[in-house]
């Protein structure tokens, strides 16, 4: 019995995987700390090039490297079971999903800049998938996994809000000229609609496309293994997307004004951004998730890409910029793409912890004591303490029924109904002023904006009053509401400095 289980089984006090060795682990670690930041230069990278390449052909010489280099490493024609037809059509449709993913990625990255671009698309699946999952099911709702929700969210909020919209705004000077072709008119004309500025667009751009990549990835799992693995799959992918844009690429060129005069100039950028961005990020990912634990791998990812984009957004020096400030008259203007503003470094603050409390494991069945041993030997683990934390709901859930309680008790529904009368005001407002560009009815609307969030979080402070003790909170929520009220004067104060500032 005591050779079948090891003493690390019994001195942990937990079930798992064994960790690799510190020596090793280090390694890892180090290559995957090289290539981040590697992929962070590719992104500054892609970000000058797209000031004087159209998006379009962008992809399609990016594609193109990749599958060159794929092709010769990876031998998916050579090795492996050979495909059918069903499975070629499949890749067709996992190449043109991959397409649209690059096209919308790139086009944010236009409108954001590589620093807003890196915050907000450069997350891992575990993440999202765990975001995902506390906002819309009830299957891993543990009070941990809902905060980092809350994180994710006030950091995406800081974007949107808190960014410095004047300097932001200087960078949505259209880079590829008025809407040069159709795909552009389209995006600028789909933000436009949204009625914000480009660069808040881009934000929601990118949000948006990142749950498309982690959805999209999800859905290629299966494909992957019917075609023999994710490189072969990968690799296939990249040359038939890059076959399905040569026919756009030659129209495109063939209709629209070229800006470059010599393209020599421009081989060693796409060769940065095709092997940082494209090829070692891949292969170092997945040696890593296979050496690595897959939380520990996200965590480490997500900090150190956020700290290379951070420390590359004040001394970032391109070394092909005197070419590309001949090339594109636009870049003669002061440039303001990689400042620095408040909302910003706060983001980058909520990201990071976001991407740290979702990609942890899971703590249910990893808590136990363990008490003794079976007849047959298996370990045997107590979850007393786990038993009695309650967890939390999914979102609609919660809602659901918090919307109950307050209707239920008179006073909380009095709140509420005014609640609602004083948004219905607030959105008539805005909807107007901005309508006929009244700038005193839209600067009221926001007013009555922060009166409604007032209202919200004194309502949601007397709904928690109501809330039974807990084993961590024996004593009960009543104390919320006094909490609330210092919040609100504390909101109150900050809204004063930004007036006398």
């Known amino acids: 019995m005591e050779d079948k289980y090891s003493s690390n089984i019994i001195s942990s ?5 064994v960790d690799a060795p510190s020596s090793r682990l280090t390694r890892y670690i180090s290559l995957l700390c090289l290539a981040k930041f590697l992929k962070v230069i590719g992104i500054f990278e892609s970000y000058d090039l ?3 390449v159209h998006i379009v052909q962008f992809v399609f010489i990016i594609q193109l490297g990749s599958a060159v280099f794929l092709v010769l490493f990876q031998k998916p024609f050579s090795s492996g079971k050979p495909i059918s037809k069903r499975q070629w059509i499949k890749i067709c449709k996992h190449a043109i999903g991959g397409c649209v993913i690059l096209l919308l990625w790139f086009f944010g990255l236009t409108l954001c800049g590589p620093l807003r671009t890196i915050l907000l698309f450069e997350h891992s699946d575990i993440v999202v998938i765990s975001l995902l999952g506390v906002l819309f099911t009830s299957s891993d709702g543990s009070p941990a996994k809902t905060r980092g929700t809350a994180f994710f969210i006030i950091a995406v909020i800081c974007l949107l809000l808190f960014d410095n919209d004047d300097l932001m705004a200087k960078m949505a000077e259209h880079p590829e000229g008025h809407h040069d072709s159709a795909l552009t008119h389209a995006l600028y004309t789909a933000i436009s609609l949204l009625g914000v500025a480009d660069h808040k667009g881009g934000v929601l751009l990118l949000v948006m496309s990142l749950c498309f990549k982690v959805g999209f990835h999800t859905a290629s799992r299966k494909l992957s293994v019917d075609v023999g693995g994710a490189k072969r799959l990968h690799t296939l992918s990249t040359l038939m997307s890059a076959l399905l844009l040569f026919p756009w690429v030659i129209i495109l060129t063939a209709t629209t004004e070229n800006k470059i005069e010599s393209w020599s100039s421009l081989i ?17 990912e997945s040696v890593c998730s296979a050496k690595i634990e897959v939380s520990k791998c996200a965590q480490y990812s997500s900090f150190l890409i956020v700290f290379g984009a951070l420390l590359l957004a004040n001394f970032w020096t391109h070394p092909i910029t005197d070419q590309l400030r001949v090339i594109n008259k636009q870049t003669l203007q002061h440039s303001t793409e990689h400042v620095l503003s408040g909302g ?10 976001a991407a740290s409390i979702l990609s942890s494991p899971s703590k249910k069945g990893q808590k136990g004591t363990l008490v003794g041993y079976s007849p047959e030997g298996t370990p045997l683990y107590s979850f007393m303490g786990d038993a009695l934390q309650h967890t939390s709901q999914s979102l609609p859930r919660f809602i659901k029924d918090s919307l109950k309680q ?6 909380s529904r009095q709140i509420f109904y005014f609640l609602c009368l004083n948004l219905a005001f607030t959105f008539v407002e805005l909807f107007y002023g901005v309508w006929t560009n009244s700038l005193g009815l839209i600067s009221d609307g926001f007013h009555m904006l922060f009166d409604c969030s007032a209202l919200v979080l004194g309502l949601f402070a007397a709904l928690m009053t109501r809330w039974k003790a807990t084993r961590i909170y024996s004593y009960g929520y009543g104390r919320l509401e006094i909490l609330s009220g210092f919040i609100n004067g504390l909101f109150l104060m900050v809204i004063a400095f930004f007036c006398f500032h």
């Open 13 to 17: 006090a937990r079930l798992g995987p």
């Open 50 to 52: 797209l000031k004087v």
């Open 268 to 284: 060693m950028p796409f060769v940065t951004v095709i092997f940082c961005v494209l090829i070692l990020d891949f292969y170092v």
């Open 344 to 353: 910003v470094l706060v983001s980058a603050v909520f990201f990071i912890l």
């Open 406 to 411: 307050i209707l239920e008790e008179y006073d």
